[in-house]
């Protein structure tokens, strides 16, 4: 497989997550009540405006790149396809209440269908199984390092974030949910049976 193919599918995908996420976040601003509540800055709030990063990781190619076999390749793109699809079908599920901004709105509901019957956070675990995949379709060594330390335990901490801000707004039953669903991988328990 072409590293131009998989710039390609990695860059499409990921772009299109982009775009797509910006559309739903102005569409969503528009229809509901005003922030009662927002998640303490740092990292975490700022991490979202950095997504373009490794996509430029891909196209510069700065760092030396595995052997990665031609069929793991194709799998790692297929990943960075899907993992955009199920953050999209998770935003779209969210409708009014998505935001790049970790915050509660006046009339916040708990959403618990689609793929958040699943998960509590699928539109992390989309972009884990994007970001992944690029790394298995790149092998590019500085996107490996930057997705292991840098964007997935972001995906982690954002989650947590939003954890504290769900349970101050719902209560009870947002520990029912949470003891029912997964945070972040379906059917996996955090070590010490934190979900």
């Known amino acids: 497989m072409s590293n131009y193919l998989i ?8 772009g299109t997550f982009i775009v797509f996420a910006q559309i739903a976040r102005a569409r969503a601003v528009g229809k509901r009540g005003g922030s009662i509540r927002v998640a303490a800055r740092g990292p975490a709030q ?4 950095f997504f373009w990063v490794p996509y430029v990781l891909v196209v510069l190619r700065p760092a030396p790149e595995l052997d990665v076999p031609d069929a793991l390749r194709v799998i790692g793109c297929a990943a960075a396809v899907a993992g955009v699809g199920l ?7 969210l409708g009014r ?5 970790l915050e509660i709105h006046a009339d916040h509901e708990l959403v618990r269908s689609g793929p958040y019957a699943f998960v509590r956070h699928p ?3 989309g972009l884990a199984v994007h970001f992944l995949g690029a790394c298995l379709a790149t092998g590019n060594a500085l996107l490996i390092v930057g997705t292991l330390l840098g964007a997935l335990p972001l995906f982690v901490v954002r989650a947590r974030l939003e954890e504290g801000l769900l ?3 719902f209560g009870g039953a947002y520990d029912r949910y949470a003891s029912e669903v997964p945070m972040l991988v379906p059917g996996v328990r955090w070590p010490g049976g934190k979900t």
């Open 167 to 169: 349970r101050a707004r």
């Open 123 to 125: 539109v992390y675990t």
């Open 87 to 93: 953050a999209l079908w998770a935003i779209g599920v």
């Open 97 to 101: 209440h998505y935001d790049l901004v």
């Open 7 to 14: 710039a390609f599918c990695v860059i499409v995908s990921g």
């Open 46 to 49: 700022i991490a979202p405006y």
